[in-house]
């Protein structure tokens, strides 16, 4: 392969970032960022399944500052993906096509991002202090 | 002169017949990700603090193991479908690339199985 030196397109440097392709480049690094993110669910589920003491330590690291701060990036990567990722559903469908709806649904998709991560987490610790 | 018959020399040189399954089980997997996404999200926030005994109870009950089953399966699934297209776009040496695929490949075959058997272990120990 001579691949190494070879152009890039788009070529990203002469491109102002628009809506439509920061939230596609979103799409991509949540998703990834979501694939790391499955090993906390995986830490969750073995430490249940390893006993009371293991499972005690994940919920204490679950509960800390840093990992109420990767809870949450985690949802809102989560809920984001899952949004944008219905939207190109749509698209899959062939809907949605015209510019003035990409804009219209991506925008959308931001909103409910928003909502969904903030209702989650104030609903989360509602649940919390009245447990 | 080579000992290879004119079937071995071709073979693999076209069409793999094979060109819309990858993107069509992404699309499956993500479809039924989003059902269970929203289950589980909502079965989170219900738990929110909940102790060992609860969350061993909820885990135990059939129904919601074989949800959490068909949720890890396809999460990894549609996983590796993704990051295997991110690898390809972005890794162009051969030996690189296929190296990257196989260690997602396996990593996300370890953590699928870690997950299901902590699953099926809770349900069946209860």
Same mark, same amino acid.
């Given at each position: 392969m001579q691949g190494e030196n070879r152009p890039l397109s788009p070529? =990203?440097?002469?491109y102002r970032p628009q809506l439509t392709s920061s939230l596609s480049i979103l799409h991509r690094i949540t998703g990834a960022a979501l694939a790391v993110g499955t090993l906390l669910l995986v830490y969750w589920l073995a430490a249940a399944a390893s006993g009371t003491e293991a499972f005690e330590s994940a919920q204490g690291f679950f509960g800390s500052f840093f990992g109420q701060l990767l809870l949450f990036g985690w949802s809102i990567a989560l809920f984001y993906h899952l949004c944008n990722g219905i939207r190109h559903l749509f698209w899959d469908a062939? =809907?949605?096509?015209e510019l003035p709806e990409v804009y219209r649904s991506g925008w959308a998709v931001v909103i409910a991002t928003g909502v969904l991560t903030l209702l989650t987490w104030i609903i989360g610790y509602i649940v919390y202090w009245s447990a | 002169m080579s000992l290879q018959s004119h079937l071995a020399r071709v073979?693999?040189? #076209?069409? +793999?017949? +094979? #060109?819309t399954a990858h993107w069509w089980s992404q699309r499956l997997t993500a479809i039924a990700l989003v059902p269970l996404l929203v289950w589980f999200v909502a079965s989170l926030i219900g738990m929110a603090g909940a102790d060992y005994y609860t969350m061993r109870a909820w885990v135990g009950s059939p129904v919601v193991a074989g949800l959490l089953i068909l949720l890890i399966v396809a999460t990894f699934y549609h996983a590796y479908l993704g990051l295997q297209v991110i690898i390809e776009d972005y890794v162009h040496r051969e030996a690189c690339k296929i190296g990257s695929l196989l260690l997602v490949k396996a990593a996300c075959l370890v953590l699928a199985m870690t997950g299901v058997l902590s699953v099926l272990s809770i349900l069946f120990k209860g």
């Amino acid at each position: 392969m001579q691949g190494e030196n070879r152009p890039l397109s788009p070529h =990203l440097q002469v491109y102002r970032p628009q809506l439509t392709s920061s939230l596609s480049i979103l799409h991509r690094i949540t998703g990834a960022a979501l694939a790391v993110g499955t090993l906390l669910l995986v830490y969750w589920l073995a430490a249940a399944a390893s006993g009371t003491e293991a499972f005690e330590s994940a919920q204490g690291f679950f509960g800390s500052f840093f990992g109420q701060l990767l809870l949450f990036g985690w949802s809102i990567a989560l809920f984001y993906h899952l949004c944008n990722g219905i939207r190109h559903l749509f698209w899959d469908a062939g =809907l949605g096509f015209e510019l003035p709806e990409v804009y219209r649904s991506g925008w959308a998709v931001v909103i409910a991002t928003g909502v969904l991560t903030l209702l989650t987490w104030i609903i989360g610790y509602i649940v919390y202090w009245s447990a | 002169m080579s000992l290879q018959s004119h079937l071995a020399r071709v073979r693999g040189l #076209g069409s +793999a017949k +094979a #060109g819309t399954a990858h993107w069509w089980s992404q699309r499956l997997t993500a479809i039924a990700l989003v059902p269970l996404l929203v289950w589980f999200v909502a079965s989170l926030i219900g738990m929110a603090g909940a102790d060992y005994y609860t969350m061993r109870a909820w885990v135990g009950s059939p129904v919601v193991a074989g949800l959490l089953i068909l949720l890890i399966v396809a999460t990894f699934y549609h996983a590796y479908l993704g990051l295997q297209v991110i690898i390809e776009d972005y890794v162009h040496r051969e030996a690189c690339k296929i190296g990257s695929l196989l260690l997602v490949k396996a990593a996300c075959l370890v953590l699928a199985m870690t997950g299901v058997l902590s699953v099926l272990s809770i349900l069946f120990k209860g």
